[in-house]
């Protein structure tokens, strides 16, 4: 009794009802660089922002100073006329001198806020994203610059016991007279730069484990389909 030979251009059932395992996809790349190893160049970006503006802040404050001379010994120098200019000033307390005569604490605090920051970028590899890298170096830059002048490195005998622990201020910026801002600095102007960026992250570029997965949102077509069987 002859037997038929099995057709080779008939496809074989029992390879279709196996499907074939591929390789698992990552839906969010970003996921990739958050889970690596923080780059060389992380580490220069930071160590250069951290250092010049430091470098900056402590510098043109000595100049302005130094050119100036103390609060009260000359007027303001205005770069634009009733707007911007330029006039020393001494800090005792911290934003708009809330907390006056507390430099020693807010020294503290400083080197609180710096440690952590190392840790964040580079212990838990925050450094991967260049954007907080770049924001985290701001804000380090500006706590150099107002630690120096928190630890008394500026006083100098002769100089009001307040100042001792005070940050040297000579940025001046106002509306009018009467809506005038609080003399500032370059270290100030560092924090701040750092802190907008972490908001605007946060807003609008969270990282990865802040944004659920698409799984995790229900599908609502499924729902529609489910009541439909349902009622059937």
């Given at each position: 009794?002859?037997?038929?030979?099995?057709?080779?251009?008939?496809?074989d059932?029992?390879t279709?009802?196996?499907?074939t395992a591929?390789?698992?996809?990552?839906?969010?790349?970003?996921?990739q660089?958050?889970i690596?190893?923080?780059?060389?160049?992380?580490?220069?970006?930071?160590?250069f922002?951290?250092i010049v503006?430091g470098?900056?802040d402590?510098?043109?404050?000595q100049?302005?100073?130094?050119?100036?001379?103390?609060p009260?010994?000359?007027?303001?120098?205005w770069?634009?006329?009733?707007?911007?200019?330029?006039?020393?000033?001494?800090?005792i307390?911290a934003?708009?001198?809330?907390?006056?005569?507390?430099?020693?604490?807010?020294?503290?605090?400083?080197v609180?806020?710096?440690?952590a920051?190392?840790?964040?970028?580079?212990?838990?590899?925050?450094a991967?994203?260049?954007?907080?890298?770049?924001?985290?170096?701001?804000?380090?830059?500006?706590i150099?610059?107002?630690?120096?002048?928190r630890?008394?490195?500026?006083w100098?005998?002769?100089?009001p016991?307040?100042?001792?622990?005070?940050?040297?201020?000579?940025?001046l910026?106002?509306?009018?007279?009467?809506?005038?801002?609080?003399?500032?600095?370059?270290?100030d102007?560092l924090?701040?730069?750092g802190?907008?960026?972490?908001?605007?992250?946060?807003?609008?570029?969270?990282?990865?484990?802040?944004?659920?997965?698409?799984d995790?949102?229900?599908?609502?077509s499924?729902?529609?389909?489910n009541s439909?069987?349902?009622?059937n």
């Open positions: 009794m002859a037997t038929s030979k099995p057709d080779p251009s008939t496809p059932p029992s279709d009802a196996m499907p591929s390789a698992p996809t990552n839906p969010n790349p970003a996921n660089d958050s690596g190893a923080v780059p060389a160049s992380r580490y220069i970006l930071f160590a922002l951290a503006g470098v900056a402590l510098w043109t404050k100049a302005v100073f130094q050119w100036r001379g103390l009260g010994q000359r007027e303001v120098y770069v634009i006329d009733g707007y911007f200019g330029i006039e020393t000033a001494v800090n307390g934003v708009f001198g809330i907390g006056a005569g507390k430099g020693i604490l807010f020294a503290g605090i400083s609180f806020a710096l440690i920051i190392l840790l964040w970028l580079f212990w838990f590899r925050g991967v994203s260049k954007w907080l890298t770049f924001a985290m170096g701001c804000i380090t830059g500006g150099i610059g107002n630690f120096y002048d630890i008394g490195m500026w100098q005998p002769g100089y016991e307040q100042w001792q622990s005070g940050v040297r201020d000579w940025i910026w106002q509306a009018s007279d009467q809506w005038r801002w609080p003399n500032f600095n370059i270290a102007s924090l701040v730069t802190a907008i960026m972490l908001v605007v992250q946060s807003i609008f570029f969270p990282p990865p484990g802040m944004v659920p997965p698409k995790a949102v229900p599908d609502s499924d729902d529609t389909s439909n069987t349902a009622a």
